[in-house]
Structure formats: structure tokens, C-alpha cells
């Protein structure tokens, strides 16, 4: 483990939980001090200055980003193994650091394919402007993604046989499967409920991470954005059909999707 | 720097360059043996074997990953984080190694994006069955995020002030740089030729890498693939159109895409 930081800047969009969560709950468990620089009073404008790369170092791309000392760090799973190497939010050993940013990258992509299901053409148009394909990309999402990706988190809990993903030693990767399913089922809950047997131990998880004591409070206070049709991921009962709702097509069609 | 591997078993899809060709050229870079496993004789049913999870440690939930001895590590930008740090590809210190990351995970999404210009419904259905919506994608991908994202590598360049991506040192994050590059210009020759003005620096950069000797030795091979419409940039002359081939809207239909 390196030094402990003390404190930290995050910079995240104020308003919606977002990418920026995933952060949040990793500093919370670390308990370390930290504010939420967009949420406070001209704190937008401080974070528009670091995006257009006013600050010293890397300009980030876009938000999340965390300022600790002259350091600014950017993109979600960079910030999480950041976080992890300095408040022991994974174990401390080659294979366990590699594992949780696999995980953490592989959620990653979850979360990037939840987001296009809503903005599945144009990320700069709203989502009323692309129900048509939203619907027919949120199907096969429900049909084909989310049990994929849910189902590798499983069989990795699995396979592990242990209490958190990576095994006996809790990582921030736990926190983000506890948030990619909080966010999957307030987005999706007619999929997620069909999925629920099918997933006890990613379910376990959950509940474990969210009974975790920094994280409980966490969740009571009004530091817990609650989920929006303003965020990644968006609660529209269109993209939810149970069935149905897919793409027709006959088995020739199918590419298997090999350069995903 | 931690210990040089001396050998690596690399598993990606035979016959496409796609997210495989970015660990490819560190391996090339960093001069140490590998073996492209799904490409020799019955390499195919051992990659397909470890995607199961029959190998120790965590199973991938993708190509590429890469063994080394007992390790399996997946996610192409883990994968070149782990390649840094054994191969002097970026310099060690702590700035760095997160800069390297925080390059290399923003074109990791730019790379997703240029995928879902031919994919944007469904990654199990062929381009051809999806090709309307792919034409409306591009037209926002050649329109606003190529120019954003090649803009961010350009201006990054232009505040580090020096000769690579992370300034006075290289970094494999320049060699994923000079990838995406040539994927872009491969998949959209006019879009990019009408930003060529605009990223005189980052053109340098693909060209140093291009003439690094170790590279230019990869590139001359049988070893380098060529790119093709089964690969992650596919150049598809209905999603390059020059211009007029958007979605229409007035100025009211932007949200900003704050969620990204």
C-alpha cells in the first residue's frame, strides 16, 4: 500500500450519480475526507477550468476526475485503482490489483452499453429523439448483455468461491457490482427480477456491500443522489419490455459479435 | 519497474487486429517473446478453454488476455498497464503510470464508439441488418466525438509540449495513439482527412511510432494483419459520408450528452 491521501477534490457532474458514483463509494468505504467540488457553490466553474485544462498535469476528458495534491487523475477505473492502491481497497498483490481492474473494467463496459440504450445514435440528442433504436438496442441488451455480463460475475463469484469477487479479500470491485446492479435494477426491473435466481451469489454481494457500515451510512445520507431519467442509468418502461421487444431476425443472422 | 517476463502467451481472435493489436504492438515494443496462441494449430481450443474459465485465477470475459506464468490478466488497457510496469512502457513514477492509464482507457472508449458506428443495436446481429441506424451513428461519431476525442490527444500534446503523449517520455499510450489513428483513417478516410490540419501533433506522433525500429519491423511483417470489415474499424463508405448524412434536429434537441 502507498502513502494514505487525506484529502480529496472529486469532480463529477453535480445532480446524478452518473460514472462519479462508482468513486463516491470507494471514498466512503476508505473514509477518507473529501468534497464533492460541483456540488458546492461555484464549484462548476471550478471543474469547467480543469476540463479545459487550466490545472497543472493531464487534462482529463471528462468527468469523474480527482484532484489529490497537484495530481489530477481521470477516468473511473484509473481513479478506483488509484483509490485502491492508497486505502488498501484491494489486497496488495499483482494478481489482486490486475483482477479488480478486470472486473472493474469489465463493469465498465456494462455501464457504457446501459448508457446507449438510452442514447443508442447521438449522446448529443435526447433520448425521446432515438426511442425507436433505444427500444431495439435495450432488447438486445436485456436479452443478450446483462445476463452475459451479470453471468460472468456469477460464475467469477463462483468459480472464487469466496465472499467477495476476488475471493477471501474485499476490493473495490465489490462496491461497483453492488452499484451496477442497484443501477441495473432501477433501470431494468422487469429483466432484473427474471434474472434474480439466477444470480444469488452477485445478489449476496449486494447485500453485503450495502450492510457494509461506511456504506449504509452512506446510503442514508443526503450524500446518496437518488437514481434519475437525467443519469446512466434511466428507468424508461419502454427499454424494459419483457418480451417481445427485440430485433426480428433468423438464425443466419447472427456474427456472434466477435471484435467486441 | 517490477520484474522483465521473459515470455507471454497473448489470446485474441485470429485474423483481425481489433482490441488485440494494442497489446501486439507493446509485446512488439518491449521486444519480448509471445506467442499469438489462437493463431497457431489448436490454439483456438485452448483460448476458447481459458474463456470458459478453466484456467487458474479469473477468467476473461473477452479476448484479448495474456498469460504470464500462472497470471491470466484481460482487459486490454490492464493488460497494457501491466506491460508498463514490467517493460519500462512508461516511466515509473506514480503521475505517469496514471497518465499512461488515463490515455489509454479514453481511447479504449473511443475504440468502443468506433465499433458501434457499425454495431449501434445489437453486437450479435450483422452490420448489414442494422445499417440505417449505423449510418445515423456515424454521422454523430464523424461529426462530433472523432474531432473531440483526436482533439483532446492534440491538445494534450500541445500542453505537454514535448514529443510524446506524456511529454519528454514515451509510453505505450502513444503506441495505442498511433493504433487508433490508423484504425480511423483506415474506417474514415474523409472525416479524417478533413482534420488532418487540425492534429498536426498527433500526426507526428503516429509517425514516430510508425518509425520506431522494432515497430516498423512488426509492421513489415506477416505478424502485422491487415485491416478488413470483420475487425473493430471497418471502412464502410455509407458511414464516412462528407457530410449531410446526419440525424436532422434544431438547435433545442441538445442535452450535452452530460451522462457520458
Known amino acids: 500500500m502507498l502513502s494514505r491521501v487525506t484529502h480529496y477534490d472529486l469532480f463529477y457532474w453535480p445532480g446524478i450519480q452518473g460514472r462519479g458514483e462508482f468513486v463516491r463509494l470507494a471514498l466512503e468505504e476508505a473514509a477518507v475526507p473529501y468534497v464533492d467540488v460541483a456540488r458546492t457553490r461555484g464549484g462548476m466553474a471550478v471543474m469547467m477550468k480543469l476540463l479545459r485544462g487550466d490545472g497543472a498535469g493531464l487534462a482529463p476528458f471528462a468527468p469523474p476526475f480527482l484532484r489529490s495534491g497537484r495530481l489530477v487523475i481521470a477516468q473511473t477505473a484509473n481513479i478506483l485503482a488509484y483509490l485502491g492502491d492508497h486505502h488498501a481497497l484491494v489486497a496488495d498483490d499483482e494478481a489482486s490489483r490486475a483482477g479488480a481492474l478486470q472486473i472493474q473494467l469489465t463493469i465498465a463496459d456494462l455501464v457504457a452499453e446501459a448508457h ?66 442497484e443501477g441495473l435494477t432501477y433501470a431494468f426491473p422487469n429483466a432484473m427480477s427474471r434474472l434474480t435466481r439466477r444470480l444469488p451469489r452477485l445478489l449476496r454481494v449486494r447485500d453485503r456491500v450495502a450492510a457494509r457500515p461506511r456504506i449504509a451510512a452512506y446510503l442514508a445520507s443526503e450524500r446518496r443522489l437518488p437514481f434519475s431519467e437525467d443519469d446512466v442509468f434511466r428507468h424508461y418502461p419502454a427499454l424494459d419490455a419483457p418480451r417481445g421487444g427485440g430485433v426480428k431476425r433468423g438464425a443466419s443472422t447472427w456474427s456472434g459479435g466477435h471484435a467486441r
Open 116 to 181: 446507449d440504450t438510452h442514447h443508442p445514435i447521438d449522446t448529443g440528442l435526447y433520448y425521446e429523439d432515438q426511442k425507436r433504436p433505444a427500444a431495439q438496442r435495450a432488447a438486445a441488451f436485456v436479452r443478450s448483455r446483462i445476463p452475459k455480463y451479470l453471468g460472468w460475475l456469477e460464475s467469477t463469484l463462483e468459480r472464487r468461491g469466496g465472499t467477495w469477487l476476488l475471493g477471501r479479500h474485499f476490493s473495490y470491485a465489490d462496491l461497483s457490482a453492488f452499484q451496477v446492479v
